[in-house]
């Protein structure tokens, strides 16, 4: 394993073998005294990025979009305090003693599977009191997850956090920041990091993790978004989701320096391992019971119900009084059959077929009858 050189600026991050170089400063710009880190700016970018997604497609798993936006924006706030408070409950030592900084999420501190587990619970809390249905909004919801996960991996690269250890190979990576935490970790009272078994040193290229689970969310997206086209019950890209994701988060978690720890154990990396079972378990469960009741896996897309949801929805925006909303799909049908049957009965009207007699019909009778007397 070769050296590396040895960086001054905290700013600098080095790609040695593939000779990129980068100078970013965490901190995009001031409002005042305020400070504004890219961290945070990437991440929002991420989610709102997500958002835009979702919203438009919401009308291929049956889901109402007017319903489900509620749900959309609980969920973005339950992330943000879930990632955080998973991170500050797994770190309570460094927290106990100034809770200020428990609020202080600027510069990083948000764990993502804290993010996932507030995002789930708050979203499909309002899910239920709004109506919508929990299986179908998961499966469009977790595309959102791998687009917020792919692009806001890219702030812990500003923050040159979530590393992992020494490797000689071409995408290792080091900078000021890195060799510095580095350099201090293992020189004072032998750190954190070697008390836990974990030997990482300044002079060498470590892993940079937060590229391979951004790369991974991102084809992840792309292979999900084109499943859900062709999907066969709903839930099946949420399983899909966290098998993928459980995975790749189990292999790298292993890589990593920063990982959050209970004892020896760590949390993430055990997390993963059971997330990808279960996974795997239900989806073979789920194949072979589809194989035996294929009806009772109907997409919740193709339902009357979903289709008369989205259609009062249509109605509101168009603005048709309430009155006359709650009319269904068959509704409209009846209407339409209903007028053509009318045409019809004209048509034949006209055709010379049996017709309802007028007020002036009987005149023309009567003038006809005397004409023929005289």
Known sequence: MKA??????LNKISFPKLGWEFNIDPTAFKIGSLEIQWYGIIITLGLVLAVLYCI??????????????????????????????YYVIAEWDEYKGNIKEIFNTRGGGLAIYGGII????????????????ALPMLDVTVLGFLIGQGI????????????????????????????????????????????EGIEVFADYAVHPCFLYESLWCLLGFVILAFISKHRKYDG???????????AERFVVEGLRTDSLMAGNIRISQLLSAVIFVVSVILQIVIFFKRRRDPEAFVLYANTEESRQLI???????????????????????????????????DDEDADG??????????????????????
């Open 311 to 345: 259609e009062e929805s249509r109605r509101k925006r168009m603005g048709v009084p309430a009155e006359d909303i709650h009319l269904s799909v068959d509704d409209d049908f009846e209407e339409e059959f209903s007028d053509e049957d009318i045409d019809d009965e």
């Open 236 to 246: 099946q890209i949420f399983l899909m989701y966290l098998g993928w994701y459980g």
């Open 118 to 133: 507030g995002a789930l619970l708050v979203g499909l809390l309002i899910c239920r009191i709004r109506k919508v249905k």
């Open 56 to 85: 438009p497609r919401m009308k291929r798993f049956g889901i109402d979009s007017d319903r489900a936006i509620d749900a959309v924006i609980g969920g973005v706030l339950g992330g943000i305090v879930g990632a955080r408070a």
């Open 353 to 374: 077929g049996e017709a309802e007699v007028t007020q002036e019909e009987p005149q023309k009778i009567n003038d006809n009858e005397n004409k023929e007397d005289k």
């Open 152 to 195: 806001g991996r890219w702030g812990n690269f500003i923050n040159q956090e979530a590393y992992g250890s020494n490797t000689d190979s071409l995408f290792g990576m080091t900078g000021g920041r890195i060799q510095s935490e580095l350099m201090w970790e293992t020189t004072y009272l032998d750190g954190n990091m070697a008390q």
């Open 4 to 9: 590396v050189e040895r960086i001054e600026d």
